[in-house]
């Protein structure tokens, strides 16, 4: 599987929008982004994924470059409850094989000011 | 509701007794797979299933077991349980096929202590 790269921790205030990086140079033309995140105490849930354009969704928005070797989740006004970590994961999408498979890293853990 | 159920979700136990942590899914979903949780380490895999009776062992299966003989359930069997296997454990399951999302499901977790 291709690996991502994410910064370990941020910080945000509340309210203001939150771009959370991720880097993977060496991801395949098959791999779906997908983003997790996991709130103190709780399971891993799901956020968001993509494969070549940017997505939207309630929660957030996925900007993935042009030559998908980055991604950035954005969560547009970052609330108390948005404190989590948040995992950049990528899938392949060939069918069979591993690809029900998720390998979550370490993720980027966020911090929010109230 | 859709959801995937965790039992027990806390238990201390000692080394060598035996334990099951069961897992449950209301979604019909194939695919569904076991992770353990450690600080510094993050949410490593420990057996998946494609489907009844198909499973494959993920990063970390040394020390546990599984079964999928129906497909709502994917029991984690600890045969004989020792200390560095205290963790936070998760079951998780999805959809596949071609049409599937890839969104995966959680369970709210399953802390395990072994003394």
């Known amino acids: 599987d291709a690996k991502t790269t994410q910064p370990n921790s941020m910080e945000s205030n509340e309210e203001e929008p939150v771009h959370l990086p991720c880097n993977h140079s060496?991801?395949?033309?098959?791999?779906?982004i997908h983003w997790y995140r996991q709130l103190p105490s709780q399971g891993p849930e799901y956020v968001i994924h993509?494969?070549?354009s940017n997505v939207n969704n309630r929660m957030a928005s996925l900007a993935i470059a042009e030559d998908r070797k980055s991604s950035t989740l954005i969560l547009h006004r970052a609330t108390l409850r948005d404190a989590a970590v948040y995992y950049c994961i990528l899938r392949d999408s060939n069918y069979g094989g591993s690809q029900g498979n998720l390998i979550f890293g370490k993720g980027t853990k966020l911090s929010v000011k109230p | 509701e859709a959801q995937v159920t965790q039992n027990p979700r806390y238990l201390i136990t000692v080394t060598g007794k035996k334990l099951t942590v069961t897992c449950s899914q209301n979604?019909?979903?194939?695919?569904m797979s076991w992770y353990r949780q450690d600080p510094g380490l993050g949410l490593r895999q420990i057996y998946y299933?494609?489907?009844?009776?198909?499973?494959d062992k993920g990063d970390v299966p040394e020390g546990y077991k599984v079964s999928r003989k129906e497909k709502r359930n994917f029991p984690l069997i600890l045969e004989s349980p020792s200390p560095n296997q205290t963790s936070l454990y998760f079951c998780a399951s999805k959809k596949t096929g071609l049409v599937n999302t890839g969104e995966l499901f959680f369970g709210e977790g399953s802390r395990l202590t072994v003394l």
């Open positions: 060496t991801i395949s033309g098959t791999d779906y």
């Open positions: 299933s494609m489907n009844v009776e198909v499973t």
């Open positions: 993509g494969l070549t």
């Open positions: 979604m019909n979903h194939e695919y």
